[in-house]
């Protein structure tokens, strides 16, 4: 019989962090919007030691286009057990404009999601990379 839940965070390693970052598809990129946060679900891959998103025009693009230090985030959460981790990259977004970077990011396996007509690509390096893992375990 149960009579608690205990809880540990647990600080991941970057090799952790990138290998997580690694499984996703769905993140969410924060960044500032009319000079208020905003942050904006978006599909992503992982190419190295960069995200890239695709993006149509708006505040993404805006973001990238001034060369804005953004966040993007990943997490994996379990709403019964209150477990589950968070990795967090901030990094300087930067729009692909080289014709090769841009052939090499067609390449990858990123679709745009809402906008069919997204034909941007930005990318996230992962410059500051930290995350945590909330695990639990019951105490009798």
Not at 64 to 72: C, D, I, Q
Not at 90 to 111: I, N, Q, W, Y
């Amino acid at each position: 019989m149960r009579t608690g839940t205990r809880r540990e965070v647990e600080d991941l390693s970057r090799f952790e962090c990138l290998r997580l970052l690694g499984e996703g598809k769905v993140g969410r990129i924060g960044l500032s919007w009319d000079a208020l946060p905003a942050i904006f679900p978006v599909n992503y891959v992982l190419d190295g030691n960069r995200i890239v998103i695709r993006t149509g025009y708006g505040s993404k693009l805006s973001a990238a286009m001034a060369g804005a230090v953004v966040a993007f985030e990943v997490d994996q959460w379990d709403a019964v057990s209150h477990t589950g981790w968070s990795v967090l990259v901030r990094g300087h977004a930067r729009v692909l404009l080289d014709p090769a970077e841009v052939e090499e990011a067609k390449s990858l396996p990123l679709e745009p999601w809402a906008n069919p007509d997204a034909d941007h690509f930005v990318e996230i390096p992962c410059e500051l990379v930290t995350g945590r893992r909330i695990r639990g375990w019951y105490e009798d």
